[in-house]
């Protein structure tokens, strides 16, 4: 089936048009850099137990691989995918001040359920809008993309700084700004207009309009990189209560999460440099062997004496296990999949990324009651299941623009 032609309009390259992407990418990284490693101190300032931090964290995590394909689904129907984005923005500004009421286990579970219906899309919805221009006007994906890296990792730095002279009580608060900064910076965010075609994530659509989205080497690499980003659901969960144990301050906290965001802010910068000519599936078994690593290292640190030290160096590993990831899970999107399926495909991405995060974060919270520290190795069986799943993508690829 051929596809209409973009419209005169959609041919135009809007102005300033990587500078505004950067911004829409620095603001709607924010409330991330904040809520992965602080949100779970303000759960233990309250006094919630390691299963009920892993219920708060993995619920909506389950809930949003549901209704996130929804809203990217929804976004490219709509008339600009900006309207759709603004609209969550909004509601994630309203949902999240309910962080601010007596915060009882019903209630902060209940926020955190809505919040993750409005605030997950953000992130697919723009990196929809970024892909659009790289395929319309060549624009780099990576060089707009880093300045979501490098707000986390602002929003680690100034966290733990934060936190250091008020205690964890300043972590809604700190969400609530963050969200106000992505509906400022929204208003500016280049308008596209609607996708060539529209690309709704039903069964029928994907049937009938989606083919590539449902051949092997799509859904093997799209479902291994989601095991991949989930084999992390420990590390967010549990790393800062675990480093607060050890007696590390709110800011070396801080500079611990931030670090490894340098780390992946490195990776964004040098990739094209060191992996533009190697195929996307080789940079996806080295992300693994990556993670592995990691898991194996993490328990240790601090047994060894490499103390602070050693996690820093840890740490460096981000740039592997998460920052290849991230980007190669896009690359294999621009090489394979039309402009006009982009959302489905953002969405099933999405959907693997999500529904292994939350599985692992629910079993998280048991196992570091039990294990502590050492229910890191646990992770290492994830992490070698999403090489098995790459391998197999491997094996699956495409032979023209893919394995050459």
Request: charged content about 10%.
């Amino acid at each position: 089936m051929s596809l209409p032609p973009l419209s005169p309009e959609q041919q135009i390259k809007p102005r300033n048009y990587e500078l505004r992407m950067a911004l829409v990418f620095f603001t709607v990284l924010v409330p991330s850099g904040i809520y992965l490693p602080y949100f779970p101190l303000w759960l233990e300032a309250h006094g919630f137990s390691p299963e009920k931090i892993a219920v708060i964290l993995s619920a909506p995590m389950f809930l949003r691989v549901a209704t996130t394909p929804l809203f990217t689904s929804l976004a490219d129907k709509a008339n600009d995918r900006v309207n759709v984005y603004l609209a969550l923005a909004v509601a994630s500004v309203v949902v999240s001040a309910g962080y601010f009421l007596p915060p009882s286990y019903a209630i902060v579970l209940a926020v955190s359920l809505v919040l993750a219906v409005v605030w997950t899309p953000h992130s697919p919805i723009a990196d929809s809008l970024a892909l659009s221009g790289v395929r319309r006007f060549g624009a780099n994906y990576p060089r707009m993309r880093i300045w979501g890296s490098i707000s986390y990792l602002c929003a680690n730095l100034v966290g733990g700084f934060i936190l250091t002279s008020t205690g964890a009580g300043a972590v809604p608060i700190m969400l609530f700004v963050s969200f106000l900064a992505i509906v400022a910076i929204g208003l500016m965010a280049p308008r596209m207009g609607r996708p060539r075609r529209a690309s709704p994530l039903s069964a029928t659509d994907l049937q009938q309009a989606v083919p590539s989205l449902r051949n092997p080497y799509f859904l093997y690499f799209a479902t291994g990189a989601g095991v991949l980003v989930g084999s992390h659901g420990f590390l967010y969960g549990f790393s800062s209560i675990y480093w607060k144990s050890l007696g590390i301050s709110d800011s070396v906290v801080g500079f611990l999460w931030a670090f490894g965001v340098v780390c992946e802010v490195g990776m964004f910068m040098a990739f094209n440099r060191l992996f533009s000519h190697i195929p996307v599936v080789r940079v996806m078994m080295l992300a693994a062997c990556g993670a592995i690593v990691r898991w194996i290292a993490f328990p240790l640190i601090w047994p060894l004496g490499l103390g602070v030290t050693g996690f820093f160096g840890l740490q460096a590993l981000h740039a592997i296990s998460t920052a290849l990831v991230l980007i190669g899970l896009q690359k294999m999107i621009g090489e394979t999949v039309a402009e006009e399926r982009t959302g489905a495909a953002q969405g099933i991405a999405f959907f693997a990324n999500g529904f292994a995060m939350a599985a692992v974060t629910l079993v998280s919270g048991p196992l570091y009651q039990s294990f502590g520290v050492e229910g890191f190795y646990a992770m290492v069986p994830v992490a070698l299941l999403g090489l098995a799943l790459i391998l197999l993508a491997a094996r699956s690829a495409p032979q023209r623009g893919i394995r050459r």
